[in-house]
């Protein structure tokens, strides 16, 4: 029924379609997760292959007591993932790129990036429909220093020193439900999950770029695979948006420059001026903002905007690279690497 060379032949002699695959997602459970990894698999299942769904659960979705920047960051939502891929349970890991770590472990490889949602942070509140008309004496909740940096910056503007900002962590569900009870008056998180997950109408305004710039790679998908797998390699192919690829091969690459992890404020955002490149090896014009400060958060944002013509991934992290330069040039320091396994399995 399904044999894949009389499809191939069917579509017409130029469309050779891959063979049909047997497929495991291996994916977080939390909503969001669970979104996206569906999202993925009705794309592969649009494209002739079968697709089942491995739900487990990951250390960073365990520790919920203690800020990101304080428990070893990134790594944590994606390790249990690729065990399950390095044992062979599992075939590909949908990711938010934003959590997924600069380098990946040895035998992995970024497979495909998928078209960005909305890239822009969230201003989520029943009292106020922006900063100026918090309440006295307001608590905002945020999960991520370089938002606190920039909302910090913002109260600052409009001398609200009354205003507190408190870290927030959890899943959606979790952040709005602390939202409704009534711990904070206004939460900061990113569109695009809101969106995802239909809960759109939460938003009261979004932050352009120009007032808080994105995080790297914010509401962009990653797909994640074994290294040596070009039958898979060649399955996710059709999923991978080019302009979102190299927009995200940009920021991703200041962070991997700077050493970034959750502990230092950093945002890097990069836009296409005029028609971004339609397909692989054709140039468009890429223009990357980026910002940087210190862990303490104690300076505002350095900044910095760079453009180039981009044809490729490698000339989109030189463009990254530059940007990288030039806060450097302006006083950012590159943070030290983690250590690999900050926090380890058995560590009790
Ligand atoms: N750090 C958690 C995380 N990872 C991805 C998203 C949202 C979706 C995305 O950026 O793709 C979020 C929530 C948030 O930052 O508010």
Not at 30 to 59: I, N
């Amino acid at each position: 029924m399904s044999d894949p060379t009389t499809e191939a032949m069917a579509a017409g002699p130029s469309v050779a379609r891959p063979p049909a695959l047997d497929l495991t997602i291996a994916t977080r459970e939390s909503r969001l997760a669970l979104w996206q990894a569906e999202h993925v698999r009705a794309a592969l299942q649009a494209q002739g292959h079968r697709v089942t769904l491995l739900g487990m659960t990951t250390r960073g979705d365990q520790i919920l007591d203690r800020a990101l920047s304080k428990v070893g960051g990134k790594g944590l939502f994606v390790k249990e993932l690729e065990v399950a891929m390095a044992e062979g349970r599992a075939d590909l890991a949908v990711h938010s790129l934003k959590d997924v770590p600069m380098e990946l472990p040895e035998g992995f490889v970024l497979a495909c990036v998928m078209a960005r949602e909305d890239p822009r942070d969230a201003w989520v509140s029943p009292h106020a429909a922006g900063l100026e008309e918090l309440p006295a004496g307001a608590v905002i909740g945020t999960s991520s220093l370089r938002r606190v940096v920039l909302l910090r910056a913002a109260l600052a503007r409009l001398g609200r020193d009354d205003v507190r900002i408190e870290p927030l962590r959890g899943n959606l569900d979790t952040r709005l439900r602390k939202l409704d009870e009534g711990q904070y008056q206004a939460i900061v998180l990113a569109a695009a999950g809101l969106r995802r997950l239909g809960l759109h109408a939460r938003i009261r305004r979004v932050f352009e770029p120009s007032e808080m710039l994105p995080a790297a790679g914010q509401g962009a998908l990653g797909i994640e695979i074994p290294t040596g797998r070009p039958a898979l390699a060649a399955a996710l192919a059709p999923l991978a948006h080019w302009p979102t690829w190299l927009a995200v091969a940009a920021e991703r690459a200041v962070s991997r420059a700077l050493g970034g992890s959750c502990s230092v404020p950093l945002a890097a955002h990069a836009t296409w001026v005029g028609t971004p490149p339609a397909q692989a090896a054709h140039a468009g014009r890429l223009r990357l903002e980026a910002a940087w400060g210190d862990a303490e958060g104690a300076q505002p944002l350095l900044r910095t905007t760079v453009e180039a013509d981009v044809a490729d991934v490698a000339q989109a992290q030189a463009l990254g690279q530059r940007a990288a330069q030039a806060l450097i040039h302006q006083g950012a320091r590159i943070a030290p690497a983690p250590s690999d396994d900050p926090l380890p399995d058995r560590a009790g």
